[in-house]
DNA sequence: TTAGGGTTAG
């Protein structure tokens, strides 16, 4: 109801209206008389530029104000104050700084506007050095600065990083006595808020004889930027009058601090009580909607936006293409992408955007060969690639496990020079762990000098994922000491690191902790984390008692976890009891049939196992079928269970043989137990013998050369058979072979496996 | 003063 009404209400707004140039601007120029080639230029331009959305398109372009220019030159009137300073706003106006830098220089009585003009468009399009000097220059003339002066000086402070020379203009306003001037003010509100000095932003404020809406704004967003969402929601509350952009920070504010569903209430009571949207309002919501996948609020603002004309903003585009991505709807926001905006001011970096969105629209749909293949496309096309790319395919090549691929994203980002930052830096460190090298993303970690909480979780989980529980707690203990506060999935993390290693009472500890001293309550994943932890330690009746006393019996993931360990330690009485608790809740599931009747298996009771297996047929069930790759010279050979599809099958098969005969001479005996059916014990051997990674680390030892390191990824977790196998493997042949499963890696090595048969 | 794409999880 709320939402049906909103759209309502939505549909019915206007927008803003910006016009250029304002009435001020045209009477100075009529009142100057100067030119009636200006003149002229204002007034039957105007209506044409006219767009309710963006000033952007309301900016003339260099081509228009040369002509101006020129006819100024020739009526002798361009060195002259009031025209010159005019025609220096139109080119900082039309971003062409090197003409008003020229034109500057030839106007001969310059005051103290010409200089500000020219220091505001230096700060405006980012030349914020430039427009430093200039301001040491206008002192060295002895040009006295105004407000507006100051405050685009502090501007490129803000831009410099140099909080010092900021200081140094504050203490100058409070020398000279410039007086109070609200855009001052505010300037240097915004100053020390960037510069995170919180304290002096809020003096300021408090003491301003005046406040306009940019004032509030700017503290509202200020106290969002800092996390303090009830003190910000108070202003906003409080600020008299609340205009476009009042709304519009505190929505985007609440979204960045993850308050996505209170954003959308404001945005709804902004459509019923505000101020009509605007292009930013527009582009906000549709990140909303993305983020909540509200697919159809996203078409109904794109309708909208196709009505108002607004589909040519550059933002508004990239905003729709990333809603329909995060919608999982591809093929809407492809055809889209395809339209390009127009008069954008930076295609460039748009462009990235777009293709950007895209990108990680496919890597988020799990289509990582289509990431992969749009990445080779905007390489060939000569599409900026920043840091927003580089992270989504690091992020493609980690859950691909392509550690090829990952290590040229890496060397592409050291080739292009970019640093290693929070989001890049994660997300390398995933990479690397998720692709089997450890000691790499350990290496990236030691690099990286800025560590946030999701940096620090990524390594902990990490060590996790490679068995090395003492390693997670030990990086989570000198994250504590850093005073980096841990988030809930660092929790994760650890608390997987210790159920991987077994270690029991830290476990324990860290999930107490978590809950008394961080305040963070336990989620589906901390749960099932401590039940896989009690669970695979031998303790399954305390993990079935821990369930039930934690009110978690509905999340069919515990039980789950429970089921795998009752078949580890092989205790059918629990195993049947937890697969029909989880047959209740999950009754499509493939797990709970195979599990039960490989518990059954275990001990040989056929007619339960042959139960188990019809009931999963008459219900439609389908078990996911095992399968098991390697990479080799960039090319992906992937074998199933019994495959016999790989064109060198015949000697794969053979070789496996020989490998086989050969691990029994020094003690490797088939684990007969495990096989599901009931067939004759030759059979047996045989569907063993089959499994997708014994074929895959076969291969791999026939096509590698002796001493290389094998990877191999697996979609299920590997058997106890194999896991042997590949141990005896190990030994025999000498090798290092790392295994990935869906939850860890097994790094095997003479004759032993890092997760001490402990999985 | 306000807008678009990025990282960690049984």
Redesign the pocket.
């Known amino acids: 109801m709320l939402i049906a009404r909103f759209i309502l209400r939505l549909l019915a707004t206007e927008t803003t209206k910006v016009t250029f140039p304002s009435t001020r601007t045209r009477n100075v120029l009529e009142t100057a008389q100067c030119d009636n080639h200006l003149i002229h230029y204002f007034s039957t331009t105007e209506h044409q530029r006219r767009s309710p959305f963006?000033s952007?398109y309301n900016l003339p372009n260099n081509k228009e104000v040369e002509p101006l220019h020129a006819q100024a030159i020739k009526n002798g009137s361009a060195q002259h104050q009031q025209v010159g300073n005019h025609l220096l706003n139109l080119y900082v106006k039309c971003s062409d700084l090197g003409q008003a830098q020229k034109l500057f220089d030839d106007i001969t009585n310059r005051d103290v506007r010409s200089w500000t003009i020219l220091i505001t468009g230096f700060a405006k399009l980012g030349s914020t050095k430039l427009g430093l000097d200039l301001f040491a220059q206008m002192q060295y003339d002895g040009v006295c600065p105004n407000c507006f002066t100051l405050s685009s000086v502090l501007?490129c402070c803000s831009c410099l990083n140099d909080l010092r020379k900021g200081k140094e203009i504050h203490g100058w306003v409070l020398r000279k006595g410039v007086g109070s001037d609200v855009v001052l003010e505010?300037?240097m509100i915004?100053h020390y808020v960037k510069f995170g000095n919180f304290d002096y932003a809020r003096i300021i404020f408090e003491s301003m004889s005046k406040r306009d809406?940019?004032s509030w704004?700017?503290m509202i967003?200020a106290y969002l930027h800092i996390g303090v969402v009830d003190k910000s929601i108070d202003l906003f509350r409080r600020l008299p009058i609340k205009?476009?952009?009042?709304w519009?920070?505190i929505i985007?504010g609440l979204?960045r601090n993850g308050s996505n569903v209170k954003a959308l209430e404001l945005l709804y009571q902004m459509g019923k009580v505000g101020p009509q949207f605007?292009?930013?309002t527009f582009?906000?919501a549709l990140?909303i909607f993305?983020s909540l996948s509200l697919l159809e609020l996203g078409r109904q603002i794109h309708g909208k936006v196709l009505r108002v004309g607004l589909l040519c903003?550059?933002?508004?585009m990239?905003?729709l293409v990333?809603m329909y991505c995060?919608c999982g709807k591809m093929d809407r926001a492809l055809a889209i992408s395809k339209k390009p905006p127009q008069g954008y001011d930076?295609m460039q970096?748009?462009n990235?955007?777009?293709w950007?969105?895209i990108v990680?629209g496919y890597?988020q749909n799990c289509r990582f060969e289509k990431a992969f293949k749009l990445f080779r496309e905007m390489v060939c096309e000569g599409v900026e690639m920043?840091?927003?790319?580089l992270?989504?395919l690091a992020?493609a090549c980690?859950?691909a496990g392509i550690l090829e691929q990952g290590l040229q994203i890496h060397a592409l980002i050291e080739k292009l020079g970019h640093k290693l930052?929070?989001?890049?830096g994660?997300?390398i460190i995933?990479m690397y762990a998720?692709c089997g090298s450890l000691d790499e993303a350990r290496s990236i970690f030691i690099q990286t000098d800025s560590r946030n909480?999701?940096?620090w979780?990524?390594i902990i989980?990490g060590c996790?994922?490679h068995g090395q529980g003492r390693e997670s707690i030990h990086l989570f203990e000198l994250m504590l000491k850093e005073g980096i506060r841990p988030?809930?999935?660092?929790f994760?993390?650890v608390l997987?690191g210790c159920?991987?290693a077994g270690l029991v009472e830290e476990g324990h500890a860290y999930f107490r902790s978590m809950q008394e001293d961080f305040g963070i309550v336990p989620?589906?994943?901390h749960f099932?984390?401590m039940v896989?932890l009690l669970s695979r330690a031998g303790h399954l009746n305390g993990a079935e008692d821990f369930i039930y006393r934690n009110g978690i019996s509905h999340i069919s993931?515990v039980w789950?976890?429970l089921l795998?360990a009752s078949r580890l330690h092989k205790n059918i009485e629990m195993g049947k009891r937890v697969s029909d608790r989880l047959l209740e809740l999950e009754p499509l599931s493939a797990g709970p049939y195979v599990l039960l009747s490989n518990i059954y298996a275990t001990s040989h009771r056929w007619e339960e196992v042959a139960e188990a297996r019809s009931m999963m047929e008459q219900r439609g069930v389908k078990k996911n079928p095992g399968q098991s790759w390697i990479q080799l010279k960039n090319q992906l050979h992937t074998f199933f269970r019994g495959d016999r599809s790989h064109p060198q099958a015949t000697e794969i098969y053979s070789y496996l043989e020989r490998l086989i005969t050969r691990l029994k001479e020094i003690g490797y005996s088939i684990d007969t137990d495990l096989v599901t059916h009931d067939v004759e014990e030759e059979q047996k051997e045989l569907i063993l013998g089959f499994h997708s990674e014994k074929l895959a680390v076969t291969y791999a030892l026939m096509s590698t050369p002796c001493g290389s390191l094998i990877r191999v990824m697996k979609n299920l977790?590997v058997c106890t058979d194999c896991h042997a196998f590949v141990k005896y493997t190990s030994k025999v042949m000498g090798r290092e072979i790392i295994v990935r499963d869906p939850?860890?890696f097994h790094h095997f090595k003479h004759g032993k496996c890092s997760c001490g048969d402990y999985?």
């Open positions: 963006n952007i501007k505010n300037s915004d809406t940019v704004n700017i967003g205009d476009v952009a009042s519009n920070t985007v979204m605007n292009n930013i582009s906000i990140a993305a903003d550059g933002f508004i990239n905003s990333d995060k930076d970096s748009s990235s955007v777009l950007s969105s990680s890597v920043d840091e927003f790319t992270t989504t992020s980690a859950n930052d929070v989001f890049l994660s997300a995933d998720k909480t999701v940096l979780t990524s989980s996790a994922l988030n809930e999935v660092s994760v993390g997987s159920s991987h989620g589906v994943e099932t984390c896989d993931s789950k976890a795998s977790r939850y860890r999985w």
